[in-house]
T-cell receptor, first 112, second 115 residues
Framework: QKEVEQNSGPLSVPEGAIASLNCTYS??????FFWYRQYSGKSPELIMF????GDKEDGRFTAQLNKASQYVSLLIRDSQPSDSATYLC????????????FGSGTRLSIRP | EAGVAQSPRYKIIEKRQSVAFWCNPI?????LYWYQQILGQGPKLLIQ????????DSQLPKDRFSAERLKGVDSTLKIQPAKLEDSAVYLC?????????????FGQGTRLTVV
């Protein structure tokens, strides 16, 4: 079982709709969770992090965490063509130091 | 604030040759990561340093890969000898120390092609 699992996609969403990206993790000791966006040929860049159960909103993005179900999601409202990218879920298995493990990523395509 | 610097950006080598990558993290960042990202996959953690000590190298192929972080700042990752399956982007990232929600900041990566 992979530590961090994501559906590879591609996920195709019409412009203006809500895109929903999901991630599950195996280590219950994971303490914080990140969503990175990666454009083709570029490095990952952080969109959001979350470490408490529930929702966290930042502009058009909402991260949701359910530690009991070991599930993290990212919602993108009013999807734009510029949101087309690969979205990487990452978990921090923090003990004495951060250890950030990534999923394989979900490719998102926003169609005009 | 300057970001994570990596060099070179691109490298093409023949199999069985050796190659080295360099990374300079964000100033003051104690944690440095080397990730390998094969096309179509997520970044795979190869080695993690906390200051100049190794925290985790469980996924580093130690028969061919080596890494060091002298003086707790810059780091080099070496492959010797390279194999075709080492073709990937090698990403260096850094983070500050001691906080559970600390993000990793990435450099631009080094794209390695082994032919």
């Amino acid at each position: 079982q992979k530590e961090v699992e994501q559906n590879s996609g591609p996920l195709s969403v019409p412009e203006g709709a809500i895109a929903s990206l999901n991630c599950t993790y195996s280590d219950r000791g994971s303490q914080s969770f990140f969503w990175y966006r990666q454009y083709s040929g570029k490095s990952p860049e952080l969109i959001m992090f979350i470490y408490s159960n529930g929702d966290k909103e930042d502009g058009r993005f909402t991260a949701q965490l359910n530690k009991a179900s070991q599930y993290v999601s990212l919602l993108i409202r009013d999807s734009q063509p510029s949101d087309s990218a690969t979205y990487l879920c990452a978990v921090n298995r923090y003990s004495s130091a951060s250890k950030i493990i990534f999923g394989s990523g979900t490719r998102l395509s926003i169609r005009p | 604030e300057a970001g994570v610097a990596q060099s070179p950006r691109y490298k093409i080598i023949e199999k069985r040759q050796s190659v080295a990558f360099w990374c300079n993290p964000i100033s003051g960042h104690a944690t440095l990561y080397w990730y390998q990202q094969i096309l179509g996959q997520g970044p795979k953690l190869l080695i993690q340093f906390q200051n100049n000590g190794v925290v985790d190298d469980s996924q580093l192929p130690k028969d061919r890969f080596s890494a060091e972080r002298l003086k707790g700042v810059d780091s080099t990752l070496k492959i010797q000898p390279a194999k075709l399956e080492d073709s990937a982007v090698y990403l260096c990232a850094s983070s500050s120390q001691g906080q559970v929600n600390t993000e990793a900041f990435f450099g631009q990566g080094t794209r390695l092609t082994v032919v």
